[in-house]
């Protein structure tokens, strides 16, 4: 039986002053699988990212590598589940691009030696050696997202959630970001609405509606329930229908040209 590196029992999780966000959750994560949580706007998936750190605390179980997540343990648990915001900015806040992925391990009692040695090697890795001095407010969004995610990687988590990371990037960006996803090793957690990285980069998949999950399984064969996917504001993705020779679903009240 595999390992689970996240599992999450009868969450369930209200804003103050709103209605429930998330009600009654369950799912697990396996150890180094790619797991993706899709679904429309609204759908709760931001917000259960963020219970899986401890960002937000609701009622329900949430447990990483099987240890609880609870007041005594939530320091560790945050050491092990790394979250990348959807936004860069929420995440970049030191002036320049090394200190921005040196702040974490200068906050874990490294010596100066070690933290500018694990910096470098991790701006190396993502292709930004020649960024360490640029201003984190100049770069674009593709290289913001790369430093977001080098800050959290930097910190060696083993498991990185990431919040729709290819959101507004052109492509180009695009791409590079999600072959770079792919050589990351590890546990991954992805939400997102680009169906067609889900379906490049994920093993399984949890659709989740209105603050529920409506539907989890195998990648691919939830993105190619096209039912089930317009019943939730979804598309099949386009990339699976080129895979299976499948032709594009169109709108009832649409015709093509002549």
């Known amino acids: 039986m595999?390992?689970?590196a996240i599992t999450i029992e009868d969450l369930f999780y209200s804003y103050p002053g709103e209605d429930a966000c998330l009600r009654g959750i369950s799912?697990?994560?396996d150890r180094g699988e790619t797991f993706g949580l899709i679904g429309p706007n609204g759908a709760g998936k931001s917000t259960l990212l963020l219970h899986m750190n401890g960002v937000l605390r609701g009622e329900g179980r949430v447990e990483v590598f099987g240890r609880p997540l609870r007041k005594d343990t939530v320091r560790l648990i945050r050491k092990q589940v790394g979250?990348?915001?959807q936004d860069p900015n929420d995440q970049l806040f030191m002036p320049t691009v090394f200190e921005n992925v040196a702040f974490g391990p200068a906050n874990m009692d490294l010596d100066r030696a070690e933290v500018e040695l694990r910096t470098g090697r991790m701006l190396e890795a993502m292709g930004l050696s020649g960024y360490a001095d640029r201003s984190a407010d100049k770069l674009s969004l593709g290289?913001?997202?790369?430093?977001s995610l080098a800050?959290?990687?930097v910190m060696e988590p083993d498991v990185l959630a990431l919040d729709e990371p290819t959101a507004n990037l052109d492509p180009g960006g695009r791409r590079t970001l999600i072959q770079l996803l792919r050589s990351i090793p590890g546990t991954k957690v992805?939400?997102?609405h680009d169906l067609d990285m889900a379906f490049e980069l994920c093993t399984r998949i949890a659709l989740m509606d209105q603050g529920t999950i409506v539907a989890a399984g195998a990648a691919g064969d939830i993105l190619a329930d096209g039912d089930l996917l317009e019943k939730?504001?979804?598309e099949v993705p386009l990339s699976l229908l080129i895979a299976?020779?499948?032709p594009p679903r169109t709108n009832s009240g649409w015709r093509p040209g002549p």
């Open 190 to 192: 992805i939400a997102t």
């Open 83 to 85: 979250i990348v915001f």
């Open 143 to 147: 290289e913001k997202k790369k430093v």
């Open 27 to 29: 799912f697990s994560v």
């Open 151 to 153: 800050s959290v990687l």
């Open 244 to 246: 299976t020779g499948a």
């Open 2 to 4: 595999s390992e689970k």
């Open 232 to 234: 939730h504001s979804l």
